[in-house]
């Protein structure tokens, strides 16, 4: 593939990017656009060219131009402006996407118109200027989104297209290599189950030479003559060879095993019989000595039995003393003579028991004829002593009687003096507020009369109004005016 030469961002590789029902080849900028109308592909661009690519601009004198190429762009006698650019991208987004130079020549006009803006943030108008040139900064941010969608739609499509083809393919193509290889699959693995089948009868073959504790001449025996008839055949193939030498030295190792365990399972059934002998014999002084233990412990329980009965004359049992009824019914019922349970001493149990019931029965019968007579003793005393009491119940109720007649003579004599006492003081108080009355009625008479002169002195008022007037200031009839006694 040519480039077209003078443009530096032209490529080979863009050619898969052009639509090849359209055009074969193609300019990177107008990869997604209308190309110039004189470019054919095969020759070089001119500057006569250039008037439809909206990234192509003439040179001198070789009428070549390369904005993609700072040094060309730099040492060229005409020269793509700041502006032109600015301008080129305002129109066509896209250039930007594809000319860094065109995108930072831009870029820069924009910081140049937003720097201006006034930021004292006190004013609503910057305000409102500032949030709309961000705002329209983000829109910028959008069309070259957009721009950049439109430019690479084709490529997309195409990659696409060929993903598709290559899934397509590549699942075809597996599928018939799969078929191709499926008689050589099928050998190899019928190949590896008869291997795997051979290791494991060889490993089965090895497994078997092992004798453990557990294992008997029986199945040492069971285990050789399986191994003995399995066959080496020619499915073995190469691991013939370790498959027959294993066989052997397994069987010559398990042979050597069945000899030792028939020698050791002898020499163990000679040894059980010896034991067996041994243990009928232990059996036997076990027996004897369990007899006698027996014999010795129905002796101990008789000397034990002997000292409870023993207890039990003594008035006590287990320590604790009992009345003779508990210690007969004790020595009679509850101490059962049997030879089962005290043998040879049997007889010595019972004469114990005889001689102690005969002596708690008499020593029971001194007690009751003792307390027969502690009693007739207790009854007499109990006798004088409750006569002692009645006599001195009666000398008591005597006294009682008498001390209370002095006290009821006494108390009437008290009430009388108190009755009299009570008439002195009644007469006293009586007589005091009666003449108490007489001084104040005097009192009061005495300060009416005066008031009654002072009246009848004040006026020719006669001495029956000037009586009227003063029980009238005495009786309050007569406001803001009283007498003061």
């Not at 029902?21 to 070089?44: I, S, Y």
């Not at 010595?348 to 007690?367: F, I, M, N, Y």
């Not at 009666?434 to 002072?454: L, P, Q, S």
């Not at 020719?460 to 007498?483: M, R, W, Y």
Request: charged share 35%; proline share 2%.
């Amino acid at each position: 593939m040519k480039s077209c030469g003078t443009c530096s961002v032209w490529g080979g590789n863009f050619h898969t990017r052009i639509d090849p029902d359209v055009r074969p080849w193609g300019c990177c900028a107008d990869a997604l656009m209308d190309l110039p109308d004189a470019f054919d592909g095969n020759r070089q661009m001119q500057a006569s060219d250039g008037r439809d690519c909206p990234i192509w601009a003439p040179t001198t004198p070789t009428n070549r131009v390369g904005i993609g190429s700072k040094d060309d762009a730099m040492n060229a006698e005409t020269k793509v402006t700041g502006t032109d650019l600015v301008s080129a991208v305002e129109s066509d987004p896209g250039l930007a996407l594809v000319n860094r130079d065109a995108f930072e020549a831009w870029l820069i006009d924009l910081r140049a118109r937003v720097d201006g803006l006034d930021q004292d943030m006190t004013r609503a108008k910057n305000r409102d200027a500032i949030r709309s040139a961000a705002a329209d900064t983000r829109k910028e941010k959008a069309k070259y989104d957009r721009s950049r969608l439109e430019l690479t739609k084709g490529y997309r499509e195409m990659t696409a297209k060929v993903n598709e083809a290559g899934k397509d393919i590549d699942a075809k193509l597996e599928a018939l290599a799969v078929q191709i290889r499926a008689p050589l699959t099928e050998w190899e693995e019928r190949e590896k189950a008869r291997v795997d089948r051979c290791k494991t009868i060889i490993a089965e073959i090895h497994g078997a030479a092992i004798v453990t504790l557990d294992d008997t001449s029986e199945t040492v025996r069971e285990r050789g003559m399986r191994i003995w008839t399995i066959e080496i055949g020619d499915d073995f193939g190469d691991q013939a060879g370790e498959a027959e030498q294993a066989k052997s030295a397994t069987v010559s190792t398990l042979q050597s095993a069945l000899a030792r365990l028939k020698r050791e399972e002898a020499d163990a059934a000679e040894l059980a019989e010896l034991r067996k002998i041994q243990a009928e014999r232990d059996a036997e002084d076990e027996k004897r000595r369990a007899a006698e233990k027996a014999i010795e412990d129905r002796r101990d329980y008789a000397r034990r039995v002997i000292e409870h009965i023993r207890q039990c004359g003594l008035g006590m049992i287990d320590g604790k003393t009992y009345p003779y009824i508990i210690l007969i019914r004790e020595l009679e019922e509850k101490i059962v003579v049997a030879e089962e349970d005290f043998g040879d001493m049997a007889g010595d149990v019972e004469r114990a028991r005889v001689e102690t019931l005969a002596h708690v029965k008499a020593a029971q019968k001194e007690q009751a004829e003792r307390a027969i007579r502690e009693a007739a003793e207790e009854a007499a005393q109990k006798a004088q002593r409750d006569a002692e009491r009645a006599a001195q119940i009666e000398r008591d109720r005597i006294q009682a009687e008498h001390d209370a007649a002095l006290a009821a003579e006494k108390k009437r004599a008290d009430e009388l003096a108190a009755a009299e006492a009570k008439r002195i003081a009644d007469k006293a108080r009586e007589d005091a507020e009666i003449a108490k009355r007489e001084r104040n009625r005097a009192h009061r008479a005495k300060v009416m009369g005066e008031a009654k002169i002072a009246i009848m002195a004040a006026g020719a008022i006669n001495e029956e109004v000037a009586v009227a007037i003063v029980k009238a200031i005495d009786k309050g009839q007569i406001p803001h005016v009283s007498l003061e006694f």
